[in-house]
Each structure stands twice: as C-alpha cells, then as structure tokens.
C-alpha cells in the first residue's frame, strides 16, 4: 500500500517569551517571589532544567505534579530534568 | 480573596492592556475575575473579516497548570468549533502549557480562523464544505459574520 500525503494543514501558535526577569509560569519577577510565597528569598528558589529553563522552584514542581504523563519543561517540551549544577 | 492563579489573571489583564495584540480584545467581568469576556475580530483576507466574535473564558483555580474553558458566544461555521461553541484546540488541550496567557491563548484562535484544521473537525459540515465546496463554505462564513454584527 502506498500512502501519498494530498494536504497537510499545519497550524502555528503564536507565544511570548518571557524574557529572563520572569518566571514563565506565574509571570512575577525573579527577584520576587512565587504567588504561593511572602518573602523572596531561600524559602522560594529558583531552579534550572538542564534545557537551560529557569522557573520559581514552586512554580515548576506545582506543574509537573499536574502532568499525569508527561513531565515536560513548558517553554521547550523537552523533558523536564532538574539541573543540579 | 487573592489566590495564585487570581494575581495570575491579574497580570494577564495587565499585559493585555499595555501590550494589546492586534485583532482580540478581553477582560474580566464585572464581578469575577475567574470569568472573562473577549471579542476576536476576523483575520483579514479571511472569509472571518469584518466579524466580530464574542467569546467566554472560564478559569479554575488550578490556572495557568490547568488551561481555561474557552467558549464562543457569536455563532461560528467553522472546522474546529462545535455546536454549543466549544473549540477544538491543541493548545487547549492536550498541548497546554502554563507558559500561556490570556494574549496568547486569544491570539491562538484567532490564527485558527484563518487556518482551520479540516483533519480534526469538531463541525464536520464545515469541514467537508472548507475541503470540497470553498464557495459554500464562504457563503456560510459570512453569514455568521453578517450575525455576528446583531448579536
Ligand atoms: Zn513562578
Ligand atoms: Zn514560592
Ligand atoms: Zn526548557
């Protein structure tokens, strides 16, 4: 059997990058704190994916415990692995 | 009460103010900030052009880890949207990031008007006429633009 591809229809979404002064996922300041958090700091740190990704640690461990499947950074959909540097 | 994914919501509504992309505009209601409402106007050199679509969104406390509800209001004809308005949507779906954002999310449908995707249709009328019978389904397009300006 050969298959011959007639249409394909591929559609783009667009998205911001946050630039490195925010965290991507709640949108505050890094050097604030998440919205779970009063106080910046060692009680709210940030952590990096080994795809280079910097999210508040609370931010990024709240996702990953939403994803029943797939645990994947949300800016690249890499896998999502600690960088423990 | 403020809760994480309020404040989110919040700067959301933030950005969408000093930053405005062009052809969507969205905000809260009245009284709740979990409920918004939003308009995308027709892509040019659409058969969408000149509409004007009302949607709702609906948040959850679990926002931006889980996405919102989108719903449209005006009538639509079109591949990826169902009967009562639901939007069949990657990005609302199962390609969800908390990366997202009010822009971005209204930005996104508004692309998906002026590409629909037949392949995974929610309103498979719209579907077959947008691959066999363009004509037709631009017909029915702009009616639903003609109702769009009543509504
Ligand atoms: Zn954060
Ligand atoms: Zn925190
Ligand atoms: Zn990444």
């Known amino acids: 059997m050969k298959v011959t591809i007639k249409n394909w229809v591929g559609v783009a979404t667009w998205r911001w990058v946050a630039n490195d002064d925010n965290c991507g996922i709640c949108r505050m300041p890094f050097d604030g704190c998440c919205p779970d958090c009063k106080l910046p700091g060692d009680d709210c740190p940030l952590v990096w994916g080994q795809c280079s990704h910097c999210f508040h640690m609370h931010c990024i461990v709240k996702w990953l415990q939403s994803q029943q499947v797939n645990q994947q950074c949300p800016m690249c959909r890499q896998e999502w692995k600690f960088n423990n540097k | ?151």
């Not at chain 2, 950005?15 to 995308?40: C, F, H, K, Y």
């Not at chain 2, 990031?97 to 590409?115: E, F, G, K, N, R």
């Not at chain 2, 995974?120 to 066999?132: D, G, I």
């Open chain 2, 1 to 151: 009460m403020s809760t994480p994914a309020r404040r989110r919501l919040m700067r959301d509504f933030k950005r969408l103010q000093e930053d405005p992309p062009t052809g969507v505009s969205g905000a809260p209601t009245d009284n709740n900030i979990m409920i918004w409402n939003a308009v995308i106007f027709g892509p040019h050199d659409t058969p969408f052009e000149d509409g004007t679509f009302k949607l709702t969104i609906e948040f959850t406390e679990e926002y931006p880890n889980k996405p919102p509800t989108v719903r449209f209001v005006s009538h639509m004809f079109h591949p990826n949207v169902y009967a009562d308005g639901g939007i069949c949507l990657d990005i609302l779906q199962n390609r969800w990031s908390p990366t997202y954002d009010v822009s971005a999310i209204l930005t996104s449908i508004q692309s998906l008007l002026s590409d629909p995707n037949p392949n995974s249709p929610a309103n498979s009328m719209a579907a077959q006429l947008y691959k066999e019978n363009r004509r037709e389904y631009e017909k029915r397009v702009k009616a639903c633009v003609e109702q769009s300006f009543i509504d």
